[in-house]
């Protein structure tokens, strides 16, 4: 928590990156816990499929859009990208509350979601590019920590707050708080001033800021190439489905599982934030230690499926998802830092965009298959789903095991001087 204070207190930027980051999160899990929970209510009988829909809204977008967003933010401003993004998605936001008081125009929650997610393709790919470029060395370990942790937290404290606030106030405050939230974010990320885009030259030869050159680039890095497969492999075995409908068909708590969603997503949370504060003090920092607790973090991810599978109380789900979010949590620290020191700042925003694109599209696939399966099997056999997830989750762990071993088989062949 030191090597936290002491970068937001000398890192003015980074400390910006990390303010307009709270907020934006809190609020953007108040949201998402009463969107899911209200799909739920307004779908009986076909809650699956409902849930389903809404998490391929928010992901169908970003698997469309993320790429073109990588070259916006390598051609333009990335500040400025990421400010007026949130502004945008404020105004978006007033869609859900007329949803909430007409059960009949539910369906804006699912356009107003994928309109969300076009517009936030700019902000994942966008902060991550842009706190490499305000910091370096440690700082970046300590920075992307400090993130991820972060959102973390954000899943925490804003899935148990927004199921309870939308509980105690009802739905249309909660998202209200999430619209405002979004403002706040943008005034933050305005006030970042250590980096600035510059564009080439008039005299200088036009550099390519395709999508197809960033592509050619990953293609030609083959270490690159593997470590973009991380998210992708972990997000196989995405969590949300599963997670809602044991919050709000299974354990329920508070009306229509507000509060049990709250708390499942709170569980996992906690989780997410012991994973890199754990692994953080046990490795050396060098990108063999972080390449191998990635392999730890695959091994966590399958134990919390295969808990999850055999759950026969709320407290035994915690226990899954406090698995699930510490070893995912590792992964996508690790991999993001691993990414951050190989790749050029030129291409930074397309090599993040390219990460996001196949995270997403491993989430769809996800999303799709256990909803369809919650449906077909019925609510009372999710747990042969969370087994069928552990099993398809050992492919992306023997992957990374083999590039592991290659990259270590590779070290040893180098001259030692």
């Known amino acids: 928590m030191v090597a936290f204070r002491d970068l937001l207190s000398r890192n003015r930027d980074m400390r910006m990156i990390w303010l307009a980051g709270v907020v934006s999160l809190v609020g953007d899990w108040f949201s998402q816990v009463v969107l899911l929970a209200l799909v739920s209510k307004y779908n009986p009988g076909s809650e699956g499929t409902a849930i389903s829909l809404l998490i391929l809204a928010r992901f169908v977008p970003m698997l469309i859009f993320t790429g073109p967003a990588g070259v916006l933010l390598d051609r333009f401003n990335r500040r400025d990208l990421l400010v007026w993004s949130n502004y945008i998605r404020a105004v978006v936001g007033v869609m859900y509350l007329f949803a909430v008081a007409d059960p009949t125009l539910q369906w804006l929650i699912f356009v107003g979601t994928a309109i969300q997610a076009t517009l936030a393709t700019v902000y994942e790919p966008g902060q991550a590019a842009l706190v490499s470029n305000v910091c370096a060395g440690e700082d970046l370990i300590t920075g992307n920590t400090l993130i991820n942790i972060t959102w973390s937290a954000a899943l925490a404290a804003g899935g148990a707050l927004g199921g309870i606030a939308a509980a105690v106030f ?46 050619r680039y990953v293609r030609a890095q083959p270490s690159t190439l593997a470590t973009l497969l991380v998210k992708f492999g972990g997000s196989l075995g995405n969590v949300d489905t599963a997670m809602t409908i044991f919050a709000t068909q299974i354990f329920v708590m508070g009306a229509d599982g507000l509060i049990s969603i709250g708390v499942l997503y709170t569980a996992f949370g906690l989780g997410a934030i012991a994973g890199p504060l754990l692994t953080n003090r046990l490795s050396d920092g060098s990108d063999t230690s972080l390449r191998r607790w990635i392999l730890v973090g695959f091994v966590t991810q399958i134990l919390g499926w295969l808990v999850l599978g055999w759950a026969g109380t709320i407290i035994v789900v915690c226990v899954a998802l406090v698995l699930r979010g510490t070893g995912g949590s590792v992964n996508w620290t690790y991999s993001t830092i691993l990414l951050q020191r190989s790749t050029p700042d030129r291409y930074r925003g397309r090599v993040f965009a390219l990460d996001m694109v196949l995270y997403t599209l491993a989430t769809i696939f996800a999303t799709l298959v256990q909803g369809g399966l919650v449906d077909a099997l019925g609510v009372e056999n999710i747990g042969v789903v969370a087994v069928g997830t552990a099993a398809l989750s050992v492919l992306p762990l023997l992957g990374w095991g083999w590039a592991v071993r290659r990259w270590g088989r590779h070290a040893a062949s180098l001259p030692t001087g």
């Open 170 to 215: 009802g739905v249309g405050p909660a998202l209200a708080f999430d619209i405002l939230t979004f403002i706040a974010a943008g005034l933050l990320l305005a006030q970042v001033r250590g980096y600035s885009h510059t564009p080439a030259g008039a005299d200088a030869p036009p550099e390519d800021t395709s999508l197809a050159e960033g592509i």
